[in-house]
């Protein structure tokens, strides 16, 4: 038995761009309609009421949702030149000191402590002082550069470490304050149980 047509499926294509803003019941089904769609459908909805290929390195829940976007945007307007003004006045006066993501840090301990320019870290391995200064960006030691404490280490012993760890800048355990704090609600929690 033929099942009859889900409006907005794949195998409607109408031959404008984009819905008309009077026909808002054809626009709201057809958005309403994109979540069943899969990939391909939804590549020739696109096609069909935007033209072009869409972006095809969002994924399908993403591309639904961009689409959507679009054809009520083309249909109702989109954001106003004033609005997209105010958008980027908004965001070019945003605080520019928080990082961007993957770039580059500034040296620092595991606290959070800077690590300035020109501080020499020091470490005896096999009966010799390693020396390491601190730079901008990187390190140097024994006459070469080095983008990392870990790549520092790794030339110095000739096996991976964790820079901060081999310079001793943090330790592999807990703060001795905190480990006797947990062992001292520990042993009181006990008693405590044994008192009632």
Do not use: C
């Amino acid at each position: 038995m033929a099942q009859p047509k889900k409006a907005g499926s794949a195998s409607e294509a109408p031959a404008q761009l984009v819905p008309l803003a009077d026909d808002r019941e054809r626009l709201s089904r057809l958005v309403s309609s994109l979540l069943d769609l899969d990939r391909r459908q939804l590549l020739l909805q696109w096609r069909n009421h935007l033209g072009g290929t869409a972006p095809a390195h969002l994924p399908t829940w993403l591309l639904s949702r961009l689409f959507a976007y679009r054809i009520q945007a083309a249909a109702f307007g989109d954001l106003s030149a004033t609005t997209l003004r105010r958008l980027r006045s908004l965001r070019d006066a945003g605080d520019h000191s928080t990082s961007v993501p993957f770039a580059n840090r500034s040296p620092a301990t595991r606290d959070g402590v800077g690590l300035r320019p020109g501080a020499l870290l020091a470490r005896e391995w096999r009966g010799r002082l390693e020396r390491v200064t601190v730079l901008g960006e990187s390190f140097a030691w024994n006459g070469d550069t080095y983008a990392s404490l870990s790549k520092v280490a790794k030339a110095i012993t000739g096996t991976s470490w964790n820079g901060h760890r081999f310079f001793g800048l943090r330790s592999g355990r807990r703060p001795f304050a905190k480990v006797k704090s947990a062992e001292a609600a520990q042993s009181v929690a006990p008693q405590s149980e044994a008192a009632s």
